[in-house]
């Protein structure tokens, strides 16, 4: 077998001893070197055998390296390569813990689309750990554990006695002396309900109260967002002086409405007296926004 090196000997080593005709001892080294080089490069791990490149034993002879020559460079175990038009077989993948994303973003190695049917148990999307998720399970059940949950907030007066005073004739007072309720995602300001996250929003009002003075006094309630007043959600009720409890001329009326809210919006109740000016007695009020969709 012959080996071609297509490498010039170095300047410094002579091939042959003229004195004795023999291999001279630096060309031995050089070999040696070599062999050394050659070894290295067909040093490549777990490749079939197809073309092998040679390689030599511990005694100098030629042997089967049982290595496939590569037609690009690889990559060991600790170098970094960009895998590019790879099929990965059966790929084992055993730690995700060094991800560095958490899939809230493009930046983070964008959101994760769920098009799969939920085939059997339960599915927590959410801080599962700690137990505040949103828990879905294989029958569409949806159920909010811990702080999970959609906004929602209520403001209220509860068995009251309250004389709200009335601007003037036809003109919008704001109701006041309303209680903090359960709150989530919604904060309580100006007496009213103030939005943390934009969407749709339904709300729900009660009030009962009377006149403080007069008769057949006609009160007209609506809801404002941003001190203007909402078309839907809007009741009324007529009502005469309460005398004195046992002939007291006490009323109630309610009003529902979705309302597209932003950030920071505030929703509050309002009451005008249509056509005259005498005062409200508030008795008892309940406003209620709970978050149902987006925008």
Request: hydrophobic share 35%.
């Amino acid at each position: 077998m012959v080996l071609r090196i297509d490498e010039p000997l170095p300047p410094d080593v002579q091939l042959v001893d003229p004195e004795t005709g023999l291999p001279t001892k630096d060309f031995l080294g050089y070999m040696e070197q070599l062999t050394f080089r050659i070894n290295d490069r067909a040093s490549l791990p777990n490749l079939p055998t197809v073309d092998n490149f040679v390689s030599f034993d511990s005694n100098g002879d030629l042997q089967d390296s049982g290595l496939d020559v590569t037609s690009s460079p690889v990559v060991g175990e600790d170098d970094a390569q960009t895998l590019t038009n790879k099929i990965l077989t059966t790929p084992t993948i055993g730690d995700f813990s060094n991800a560095g994303h958490d899939h809230s973003n493009a930046t983070n190695g964008d959101i994760i689309s769920l098009n799969r049917d939920f085939q059997a148990g339960s599915h927590g999307i959410g801080d599962i750990t700690n137990g505040h998720y949103t828990d879905i399970d294989y029958t569409g059940l949806l159920t909010f554990l811990g702080t999970a949950g959609l906004p929602f907030g209520e403001l209220y007066i509860h068995d009251a006695d309250i004389d709200l005073v009335i601007a003037g004739a036809d003109a919008y007072t704001q109701i006041t002396n309303l209680t903090q309720g359960l709150l989530k995602n919604l904060t309580m300001e100006s007496n009213g309900l103030k939005i943390a996250k934009e969407g749709l929003y339904l709300v729900i009002w009660n009030l009962s109260g009377c006149a403080q003075a007069g008769i057949n006094q006609n009160y007209h309630f609506a809801l404002f967002k941003e001190a203007a007043e909402q078309n839907n959600g809007s009741g009324q009720f007529q009502s005469n002086e309460d005398i004195n409890e046992d002939d007291a001329d006490i009323k109630s009326t309610s009003g529902v409405a979705v309302l597209d809210c932003a950030v920071d919006d505030n929703i509050d109740l309002r009451v005008k007296n249509v056509g005259d000016s005498e005062n409200l007695n508030v008795r008892d009020v309940s406003l209620i926004a709970i978050m149902i969709g987006g925008t």
